[in-house]
């Protein structure tokens, strides 16, 4: 398959003939500078150029077991084509490329992404050697099974064992109820023949609290599930629905001690404990794969967007003014404040993925030098961002769709697959309410800490009792950002006085925090958007210095738009701490609505600059040529009810009642 660009309709060629900015700097911005663009868009290329990694018949016509097994082979595919050719998983994953093209529920993700990164981060140097080249080669093929029937948030009631026994330095896995059965794990069911399994780990009849286990689901050759083991695939879901979910019991099954995943916390021969320097350290899969999330959720969100921007310059519907040819769905400003903020979004969360990326990889270094003092911080800011990101991106996604009326219902918009997909972030790698009541505990330890005189981390500094005046006008992008700042401080005081009063009237401290988890969930949802305003704000100042000033004005009037946004959308905050009054966001009002006129003209060429290209987005409505009409007529003869004019279902069921005597 060769990348054809084909003339584009009408609409969007004026669309792009409004450009002012270069389209290409943005899209190196948004990739990370113009050597990432090139890596990109080599990968493309060569995935373009592979045609058996594109689906002949939709997912959707085939059966539950043809959809996965197709799924696979495109996995297999994908991952051969990329090492052939040089490149890594991780480079197909990094770039979105690869996934776009599996994202029905790719089986092999959890191998390339949780269970690589287990061996990665929680094997001492021994068990690095032996399961390393194994797992990069594909020798072994794992997933990270951690969730139960029972339990999937509250990680320290998992009820998995992992019993060890001394006489034969083994551990014994067991699953002692239906409840404590593995269920969930991506690519368990009929994939892995590995897991690396989170499981209660007991010496000398004490419980140590959940440690990681790698485990042998399946024999190497054969596949068949080795004996004391029970695994199978849960069933259908709301969403990709081509990768195989499995469920998985032990019985009293036997693995060596060397098993134990040993790079925080040791067990001896003889059955002595050894603690890590941290407790969480163990967490340490979820955290990295919540930061790649962050990245996840932003293009996939940018996925939508295209689509939907696209199509709605296209789209014609109604009168603006009688008699006048219909205009634009892209014009009419309500069209316009569906989708610009999410566009907005976009930008405010690819910027903030990268700040969160830097924090990772800063703390990383330093847990290897045994510096735990940022591992609290980036849990908190790792937590915020994957509820926010995913939060956003599934909202943003079904307004894409709603803004594409009938049409962004129809399976070959892709907006659907997009959604579903994007949906499950909500729940997996920590459900997002969990993660907010997470950051809140952050929050609350913050300022008690600052109300006693210590110095905060930066991402929290801003919650300082006694800040210092902001020199910045309210209405400057600085001063607006100060004013969220400001009503933050305000929410979280009150959060904090809140708890005080229970518990000086009586109730114990956790039921004190179950009243107030309401309001604790918004406190962590406006600090981390607070977050999300800096980095965006910092990001713009700093690109200031480099960039063209058509980028620039773009990238500033996206910025702009964020905040505004969230500065209404916080208005009953920011009014009752004062920090702005109803005149000011009277201004903010009319502003924004100005600001959505202003990007109108450019949004086309901004998706553009997105640079995703059709192969990729796999979408009717959100083609380049913008021929959305023929593509739906042609999409619509693939259905199977179309390869004959009267159906079966006509002889069985319709005819006989339309003769019955009724
Ligand atoms: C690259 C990816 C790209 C695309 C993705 C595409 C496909 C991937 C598809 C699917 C992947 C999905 C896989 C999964 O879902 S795996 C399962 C994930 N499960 C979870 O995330 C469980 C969520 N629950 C938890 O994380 C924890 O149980 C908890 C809610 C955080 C509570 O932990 P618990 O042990 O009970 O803690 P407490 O005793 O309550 O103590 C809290 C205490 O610990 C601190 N803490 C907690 N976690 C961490 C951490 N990770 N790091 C540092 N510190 C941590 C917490 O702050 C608190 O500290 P205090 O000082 O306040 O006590
Ligand atoms: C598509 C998909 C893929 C997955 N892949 C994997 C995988 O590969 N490996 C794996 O191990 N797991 C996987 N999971 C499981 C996933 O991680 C869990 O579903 C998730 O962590 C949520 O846990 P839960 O299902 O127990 O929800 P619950 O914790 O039961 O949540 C139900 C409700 O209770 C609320 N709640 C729970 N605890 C609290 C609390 N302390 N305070 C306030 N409210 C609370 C939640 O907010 C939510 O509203 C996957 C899940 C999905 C949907």
Redesign the pocket.
Known sequence: MSVVVPECCDDLKRERGRCLFNKEELTNILDGGPKLTEKRRRIEKMLINTPELFDDVSPDYLSHEDRYSNELRKATQLMTTLEKNGFTYNDAVTTGTGLWLLMDGNPLS?HIS?FLDTIKGQSNPQQLQEWLPLAEKFKIIG?????ELG????VRGLETTATYDSTTKEFVLHSPTITATKW???ALGKTSNHAVVMAQLYLGGKCYGPHIFMVQLRDLETHRTLPGIVVGEIGP?LG?NSND?GFLQFNHHRIPLTNMFMKHSQVTEDGKYVKPLHSKLSYGTMVQTRVGIVYHASRELSRALIIAIRYSAVRHQSEMVPGDPEPQILDYQTQQYKLLPHLASFFALRFSARALLEVFIGTSAGLGSGKMNMLPELHALSSGLKAVATNDAVKGTDICRLACGGHGYLSSSNLPRIYTAIA?GI?????N??LF?QVARYLIKSFRASSQGQTLPFSVSYLRVQPPSSHAPLMSDRGLVDALGAGVRWMVGEAERRLQQLVDSGHSPHAAWNAC?VHLVQCADAHTRYYICEQFVDAVSKLGETVSSGVHEVLRQLCRLYILHRVIQTAGILLRCGAVDGKALTSIEEEECHLLATLRIQAVSIVDAIDIKDVFLKSTLGAWDGNVYQRIYEEAQKSPLNKSDVTQGYYQYLRPLMKANL
């Open positions: 959890l949780m997933t990270y099974a951690q969730t339990h999937g948030t509250f969930w794990p991506g879901r990709m979910n499950a729940t997996y790698e920590g459900e309410t969990v009541l988890s």
